[in-house]
Nanobody, 126 residues
Framework: QVQVVESGGGSVQAGGSLRLSCAAS????????MGWFRQAPGKEREGVAG????????YYADSVKGRFTISQDNAKKLLYLQMNSLKPEDTAMYYC???????????????????WGQGTHVTVAS
């Protein structure tokens, strides 16, 4: 049974940094991609960053380019989202997603992903 568990959320002042972690385990087939999504109150869930594992290619939403970095630690089997220069508009529930679907490329389409964590909340105060 696949499990996806996020950690690292919290509250921070604008301009600060946080690092989210994601542990995904129990895959029968190889993971093709992993990603981070977020959902702010009253808004739809959006793709923030993604990683196509086979090629090592990454995706970032325009709103986070230059501030967020997605990476993985293969030895620890962890996915990270380093978030710098945080803004109040980054406040949201952040979700880690994983996929063993062959067509997943680590993009912002949540339909590429078939496993989701419960989310970790990030609050950025102005």
């Amino acid at each position: 049974q696949v499990q996806v568990v996020e950690s690292g959320g919290g509250s921070v002042q604008a301009g600060g940094s946080l690092r989210l972690s994601c542990a995904a385990s129990g895959f029968i087939y190889s993971r093709n991609c992993m990603g981070w999504f977020r959902q702010a109150p009253g808004k739809e869930r959006e793709g923030v960053a993604g990683l196509y594992i086979l090629e090592g290619s990454t995706y970032y939403a325009d709103s986070v380019k230059g501030r967020f970095t997605i990476s993985q630690d293969n030895a620890k089997k962890l996915l990270y989202l380093q978030m710098n220069s945080l803004k109040p508009e980054d406040t949201a529930m952040y979700y880690c997603a994983a996929s063993d679907r062959s067509y997943c490329r680590g993009g912002p389409d949540e339909h590429e992903y078939n496993y989701w964590g419960q989310g970790t909340h990030v609050t950025v105060a102005s």
